[in-house]
């Protein structure tokens, strides 16, 4: 058994509470690759941001997840080595889908566990949920839960379709599970294609995509009912057009591909929402840099050439999440 603790990582419990009333919300990086990892404790730091690295499944079986776990640790002293005295720096499961799953992750350093029991029955859930809860809370980790399901492809999540979060339910189930926040359902989506072109309107201009908003009155009725309860945003990239162009301008295909506009996120953050989950926009700013740094230099082949643009515009992105979107900055 490794503690968070002696790692110098912390729970998620007084970042929430921070964050709710300083409205403001915690960004959630996912990351699988060192240059991730370096780029999202550097912008961490240069904007005094806590934040919270996040794992899934998908990245556990890419990159090994004691691999993962010792760069949890690094992140924290690489943090302090760039100058930051007490980062405050969450590693969490992204997606965890059983209690094993998070029983393994909390015994070997994991600060905060999601249990994703949304696809069960609102009875199996509360019951998985607690049963996690009961386990993390001995361990002074804390736990996020999911009521709702979105659509979109995370690794191995996917569903089909999504259906908001009921609000009538979210009383029961934070009581009965005792769960330290929640995520919930109200439109956002997993992946860089969050919208099929029929649920969209498409701009005469620029022909681009042009995404239906969040339901914010789902949202507005879950705080009613939990008033200063953490609330989660999964599926929240933003899917930049400038990404998107420069991928498809070097070789690239995505058409279509898009995200949720980031004046809408904006303002969940300023809400209850105190988690927002970013994970395909680094992607797509690590792939736009690479092919374009491929397609002006054909005869490079050493990775650090191709991988420090890269990580230098995931960086340039965490920071412009962190401060334009989040409002996360200067928190410490
Ligand atoms: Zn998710």
Known sequence: MVSYKKLGLVNTKKMFAKAVKGGYAIPAFNFNTMEQMQAI?????????????????????????TILRY???????????????????????????????????????????????????????IKLTKKVVNYAHKHDVTVEAELGVL????????AEESHYTKPEEVIEFATKTGCDSLAISIGTSHGAYKFKPEQCTRDKKTGKLVPPPLAFDVLKAVEKKLPGFPIVLHGSSSVPQEHVDTINKFGGKLPDAVGIPEEQLRKAAKSAVCKINIDSDSRLAMTAAIRKHFAENPGHFDPRQYLTPAREAMKELYIHKIVKVLGSNNKL
């Open 151 to 158: 659509a979109g492809v995370e690794d191995e999540v996917q």
């Open 71 to 125: 760069m949890a640790e690094g992140a924290v002293q690489y943090a302090k080595e760039l100058g930051c005295k007490k980062p405050q720096i969450v590693l969490h499961l992204d997606h965890g889908d059983s209690f094993e799953t998070c029983k393994s992750c909390i015994d070997s350093g994991f600060s905060s566990v999601m249990i994703d029991g949304s696809s069960l029955p609102f009875k199996d859930n």
């Open 41 to 65: 404790v550097q912008a961490a730091v240069e904007t005094k941001s806590p934040v919270i690295m996040q794992v899934s499944k998908g990245a556990r079986k890419y990159a090994n997840p």
